[in-house]
């Protein structure tokens, strides 16, 4: 099965991303996870990645498509993916259905989670983020078990620096001029998969869960 999860910065495309992984045994592709890291690690990519991430504009496209090439073609992938964060602007997409079709892979869904901007705030500025493996939590929301730990692995929760008001303001103007193109490209490919993301965090499962099996390809 392989997925897109498409949304605004807040949307819940990762929380959502990590249930379908365990559910269905497949890889989450973060684009940002694995820019997080590449940037904790100071590798050349990273070092190139971050000031682009700190002011909240996207990294360039050939980072990012190169990103995800180097994943896609791992054995991981080969019963199925979920690509969250990725694509992002429409020459990324260009470039995902090029490297699919490469592949031999076709996207089945493209699952849009639509939230309010004043939910958005409210959930971004909440954040938590395991340092170790990068599940996000919520201080109202989504409070882990022992507060400042990570359930799943021990690790520190932060908060990202650019889940800062002042940044994540300008990543809202950037997703709406980069990225929203991308519900009316999808919509074309009849791809597109429009869900409520208002309600709690299961209830968003559900409505996904009927689509992925209400009209499994
Ligand atoms: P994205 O990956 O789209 O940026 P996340 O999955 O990290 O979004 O979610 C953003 C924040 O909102 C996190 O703190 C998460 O715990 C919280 N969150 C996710 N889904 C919901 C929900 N349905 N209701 C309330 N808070 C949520
Ligand atoms: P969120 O979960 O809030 O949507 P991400 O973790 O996906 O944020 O992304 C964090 C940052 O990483 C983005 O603001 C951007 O700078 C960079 N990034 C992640 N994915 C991409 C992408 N596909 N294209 C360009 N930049 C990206
Ligand atoms: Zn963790």
């Given at each position: 099965m392989n997925l897109i999860l498409l949304g605004?910065?807040?949307?819940?495309k990762g929380t959502q991303a990590k249930i379908l992984t365990k559910k269905f045994a497949i890889p989450q592709i973060s684009t940002g996870d694995i820019l997080r890291s590449a940037v904790k690690e100071q590798t050349a990519m990273g070092l190139k990645a971050k000031s682009y991430m700190d002011s909240g504009a996207l990294v360039p496209d050939d980072v990012v498509v190169g990103i995800v090439k180097d994943r896609l073609a791992q054995p991981d992938c080969a019963n199925g993916f979920v690509l969250d964060g990725f694509p992002r602007t429409v020459a990324q997409a260009d470039a995902l259905k090029q490297m699919l079709a490469g592949l031999g892979k076709l996207i089945e869904h493209v699952l849009s989670i639509e939230v309010d901007k004043e939910d958005l705030l409210g959930r971004i500025t909440g954040r938590r983020t395991c340092r170790s493996c990068g599940r996000g939590y919520h201080v109202a929301f989504d409070p882990p078990n022992v507060a400042g730990k990570c359930d799943e692995c021990g690790g520190e929760l932060y908060q990202r620096d650019?889940?800062?008001e002042d940044t994540m303001r300008n990543r809202l103007a950037v997703y709406e001029e980069q990225t929203a193109p991308l519900i009316a490209y999808y919509k074309q490919e009849s791809l597109l998969r429009s869900i409520k993301g208002v309600g709690s965090i299961e209830e968003i499962q559900r409505s996904i869960l009927n689509i992925i099996e209400g009209c499994s390809v």
């Open positions: 605004p910065p807040g949307a819940g650019d889940d800062r």
